[in-house]
């Protein structure tokens, strides 16, 4: 019971935080159902004929490569930074074990426990070997993995390899150990520092050479709706 509690706590404690901060983010504006109701109730261009409207690719309009007004720097947005990598850092400092920093058999001894074990942790518990591996891992990124988020060369590079990296990690924690909603709710905010380069990289791949119109009937709410939803979650022009 007290197990149980503690996680709730902790899925509570990260909801609060991450919530906090995503206040003060536009994370509504691309990609999102607000971004369908504005751009459904939105003003039409008015040299266009009433019962017809346009819409570009969604990659195009909103992330071509040299359009930089989809960027945004806030104090909200270091805050939220600085918060997600101050977690993995202190969770680091605080793994002062010999399971953590000379055995490495952490990752083996929590597969021990039967009420937290999967399935996939019910195979990976039969090679304390690739355990061993996987501590070393585990610990060295949750360390200094977020320096890459910083690097001055390769930036985008460096920050996408770094919060995938993430990713991967807390993915690898829900695939291995029951842990209630704290893997989707890690990987929610991780997905929150996605850079920009990989949307202007997406743009470069699927919009180049490419152009085209959707014609609909202004008059005609359905239309307007599916229109202004394919535009928006639609990836490939």
Same mark, same amino acid.
């Given at each position: 019971m007290i197990v149980t509690l503690s996680s709730h706590i902790l899925e509570i404690g990260c909801i609060l935080a991450s919530f906090f901060w995503s206040m003060f983010l536009p994370l509504g504006k691309y990609f999102s159902v607000d971004a369908v109701l504005k751009k459904e109730s939105g003003p039409h261009p008015p040299d266009q004929p009433?019962?017809?409207?346009?819409?570009?690719?969604?990659?195009?309009?909103?992330?071509?490569?040299?359009d930089t007004s989809h960027l945004h720097i806030s104090v909200g947005?270091?805050?939220?930074?600085?918060?997600?990598?101050?977690?993995?850092f202190t969770a680091y400092y605080h793994k002062t074990?010999?399971?953590?920093?000379?055995?490495?058999?952490?990752?083996?001894?929590?597969?021990?426990?039967?009420?937290?074990?999967?399935?996939?942790?019910?195979?990976?518990?039969?090679?304390?070997?690739?355990? &061993?591996?996987?501590?070393?891992?585990?610990?060295?990124?949750?360390?200094? /993995?977020?320096?890459?988020?910083y690097s001055?060369?390769?930036? /985008?590079?460096? &920050?996408?390899?770094?919060?995938?990296?993430?990713?991967?990690?807390?993915?690898?924690?829900?695939?291995?150990?029951?842990?209630?909603q704290f893997t989707l709710i890690t990987c929610a905010a991780v997905l929150g520092l996605i850079p920009s380069w990989i949307w202007d990289e997406l743009? &470069?791949?699927f919009t180049s050479?490419?152009?085209? &119109?959707?014609?609909?009937?202004?008059?005609?709410p359905m239309a307007r709706r599916w229109t202004a939803i394919l535009t928006t979650f639609s990836l490939i022009p």
């Open positions: 009433s019962y017809r409207g346009h819409f570009t690719p969604i990659l195009e309009s909103l992330f071509h490569p040299r947005a270091i805050a939220f930074a600085i918060q997600i990598f101050v977690m993995y074990g010999v399971e953590w920093r000379e055995t490495y058999t952490a990752t083996w001894l929590s597969l021990q426990v039967d009420f937290f074990r999967t399935s996939f942790g019910d195979f990976l518990v039969a090679f304390p070997n690739l355990c &061993k591996m996987l501590t070393w891992s585990v610990h060295l990124w949750q360390g200094w /993995g977020y320096l890459l988020f001055p060369i390769l930036t /985008g590079p460096c &920050k996408a390899f770094c919060i995938f990296g993430y990713l991967a990690m807390h993915i690898g924690f829900g695939l291995c150990l029951r842990l209630g743009a &470069k791949t050479n490419t152009s085209y &119109k959707i014609t609909y009937l202004l008059n005609n």
